[in-house]
């Protein structure tokens, strides 16, 4: 009977970005995910990752939720979120033990604190990843229950957003009614749909080269120990060809999409269309040395920032890269050599299924897979309570479910 009720539930995911909106509504149904309806449309309204036009990206919102779902309480709906302006904080929480070894009450009551005290004014709390518990200093553990010390710590990697900026996002759904459960981090909802779990074990960064904003992700032990956005990503790349071939910003994504490499090409000329009647011929060569420098920069930004915590740049045995920038022709290369690391494009494996070679879509899979994993979401309070009253039933179930 539970498990009919359970199957009658629909879950809706989006991912809202500055190059297009994409939704899936799907179903648990024996624990296998059914994908019931998808729909994405061109964005309109955002730039750079800001709410330009609340309006128009409300309209485009509603347009694609009419295509895969409905207002029926039986749904539950989650968007990403990507915040330029992220912001990560490390939190070591602090208990005293008792003396007949860490029980479930210990557990929840330093989980509780750990929510609590990572407040921090004007950010939303939306990611609290637990790595570690520390036992009188110096007795590392992730499996506490039971053991016996006087001093319990717990260490966690908070991810952060910009409340305004989450309002702003949360009122385009809003003003078409619909009502949206939790929101979570783009590039962590990445990650979860392209690495494998022998690659999160080892140390591995996800780079999500998306058309604004890179999101970088590091996963040690099968946790997350770096998260960051950086404003850089395929629409540089696009401006750079407008600019250097003088063509528009549509023929130069065409160009980019159709032409573009980032390893040495044939030296051959290729035809870019200036407008529906001309066509410019063009040396792919010349498109490479548009191209090549600009991919370079970003993925030096990302090395150097992700390499700048040595802990993180010990820890990355392998590079995963996903999102539409990772389609470019010839970047697993460029981006071995730029890091010193194995590299390969996350995308679905399977020839049969409409995702694959499509690494553009990791994101809204990454969302389903955060939805379906009740223990990463379920201590964070829902995006629609205003204080955190909820925290403890919250707690007290994902700690039932993780410490069982």
Known sequence: MFDFLKNRKKFIVFDVGSQKITSIAFKIINGRVKIISMDYQKSTGIKKNKFDDIDKLSSIIKKVFKKVGDYSKQNLIFSNVTDPNLLTTKKITELQSGKLG??????????KKSLIESKVSGRRLIHSNPNNFILDED????????????????????????????????????????????FFDSGIASALSCLKKKEKEDGVVCIDIGAETTKVVV??????????????AGKN??????????VSTEAAELAKITHGAVISPFNENVEINIDSRKKKLV?????????????????????????????????????????????????????????NRQTRIGQSEDPQSFFYNKPEFSTILGMIELVRDQKIYNHIPNYSYNKFTQIADKVDNWIEESYA
């Open 237 to 246: 790349v696009t401006s750079d060809i407008c600019h250097g071939l003088q």
């Open 283 to 339: 040396s792919r060569n010349i498109l490479f040395g548009i191209i090549k420098p600009r991919y370079d920069e970003i993925l030096e930004i990302i090395r150097d920032n992700v390499f700048d915590n040595i802990h993180t740049r010990v820890a990355i045995k392998s590079v995963v890269l996903t999102g539409g920038g990772s389609k470019i022709f010839g970047i697993k290369d460029v981006c071995k050599n730029i890091f």
């Open 139 to 182: 007795n590392i553990t992730s499996e506490p229950l039971g053991k016996i010390c006087k001093n319990l710590k717990l260490s966690s990697l908070n991810v952060l957003v910009n409340e305004d900026h989450l309002k702003k996002l949360n009122l385009c759904f809003s003003k078409k009614k619909i009502l949206i459960k939790n």
């Open 219 to 232: 996963y040690l032990n099968e946790k997350i120990i770096y998260v960051d956005n950086l404003p850089v």
């Open 102 to 111: 860490i029980s479930k009450k210990e557990i929840r009551k330093i989980f």
